[in-house]
């Protein structure tokens, strides 16, 4: 089956900081992986996704994620924050054998102090 | 990306009364599924939207609780039967455009509040 494990609850940063958000996954085979954001009263946003090839994705709003298969990571990284980034993010994996309904983890929330 | 509205966006219900939640997607799309997030905590899938059979639901739904509709490509209800305030949640819709395609897209939710 598959998981997905976001170690951090919350996460405090600066403004102009850099930001690693961390999630490793559990899944049998090549997983897809995703990022959403959910702003305060929002639904999701995909901010990127990875299904093949360059390790390395760019996503949306200046963000980034790198898939390490041997760490089993997906990490979503962004070199400066600003306050507007203040939400909380989801990593989820999904795909393989015809099923693309995502499995999310519990969620980081993204505080941004002035 | 598909577009997908949902309505009601907030709804405060009494206790055993039932709510309808609709989930508009503004294009075709082959899988429409139903999500419940707790509050403070992440998203659990509630079931599959099948057109025209009945929906395919996870282990600790049922059918009599959480009925789903979906007449069409484009269109599916869910409604939140005999509620109690531990049904206080908030209920996203969500919708994969094509084979071709594997992200899954979002409505803005449901905010669900019973008293």
């Known amino acids: 089956a598959q998981s997905v494990t976001q170690p951090d609850i919350h996460i405090t940063v600066s403004e102009g900081a850099s930001l690693e958000l961390r999630c490793n996954y559990s899944?049998?085979?090549?997983?897809?992986l995703f990022w959403y954001v959910q702003s305060p009263g929002q639904g999701l946003q995909l901010l990127l996704k990875?299904?093949?090839?360059?390790?390395l994705v760019q996503g949306i709003k200046g963000f980034e994620a790198e898939f390490k298969r041997s760490q089993s990571s997906f990490n979503l990284r962004k070199p400066s924050v600003h306050w507007s980034d203040a939400a909380e993010y989801f990593c989820a994996v999904g795909g393989g054998g015809g099923s693309y309904i995502p499995t999310f983890g519990r969620g980081t929330s993204l505080i941004v102090h002035p | 990306s598909a577009v997908i509205s949902q309505k009601p966006s907030r709804d405060i219900c009494q206790r055993g009364t039932s709510l309808t939640i609709q989930c508009q997607v503004d294009?075709?799309?082959?899988?429409m599924f139903w999500y419940r997030q707790q509050p403070g905590q992440s998203l659990t899938l509630i079931a599959t939207?099948?057109?025209?059979?009945?929906?395919?639901?996870e282990s600790g739904f049922v059918i009599d609780k959480f009925p789903i509709s979906r007449p069409n490509l484009t269109f599916s209800t869910l409604t939140v039967s005999n509620m109690s305030p531990e049904d206080s949640s908030i209920y996203l819709c969500s919708a994969v455009r094509g084979m071709g395609d594997t992200e899954a897209f979002f409505g803005q939710g449901t905010r669900l509040t019973v008293v």
């Open positions: 899944y049998g085979a090549t997983p897809y």
């Open positions: 939207a099948n057109q025209g059979s009945e929906a395919t639901y």
């Open positions: 294009s075709q799309v082959t899988m």
């Open positions: 990875y299904f093949s090839g360059d390790t």
